[in-house]
């Protein structure tokens, strides 16, 4: 992907113009807050995680090495509030809650998932030249 100059409230990526939501800049902007919660670390972690599926808390946690109890918590439940994130209690002994992508979610992992695949491609690469 090539992306030129930014002209009029539009970007040209690979050739194609790209509308750019200018309202997004303004400090005061809910994009922003959303924004924050879907492109955090564990935010985006978390919901491409889902994407494989329903997940007990223990899953994901598993799943997104590093992540602390507390963090995970804080992330679903933000998620949640957000409506991308579905939590189902079990009434079982012991308590049973599996997590999973609601509509909202789903569509929007959608969008996640090619960035998601091209970082992951070439993640080394940037690293690397790092030193």
Not at 10 to 25: I, K, L, Q, T, Y
Not at 52 to 66: F, K, V, Y
Not at 80 to 98: C, K, L, M, N, Y
Request: aromatic content about 6%.
């Amino acid at each position: 992907m090539q992306v030129t100059q930014q002209v009029s409230g539009s970007v040209a990526v690979d050739g194609r113009r790209m509308p750019v939501a200018p309202e997004v800049f303004p400090a005061a902007c809910p994009s922003r807050v959303v924004l924050d919660h879907v492109t955090s670390k564990w935010g985006v972690l978390v919901l491409v995680a889902l994407a494989d599926g329903s997940q007990r808390w223990s899953e994901l946690r598993r799943r997104a090495e590093g992540i602390s109890e507390k963090m995970l918590a804080q992330t679903l439940r933000t998620l949640e509030a957000d409506g991308f994130v579905h939590r189902a209690a079990q009434p079982v002994i012991p308590p049973r809650v599996d997590y999973s992508l609601t509509p909202r979610g789903e569509e929007l992992v959608a969008h996640l998932l090619p960035l998601f695949g091209w970082v992951v491609a070439h993640a080394d690469e940037i690293v690397a030249q790092r030193g």
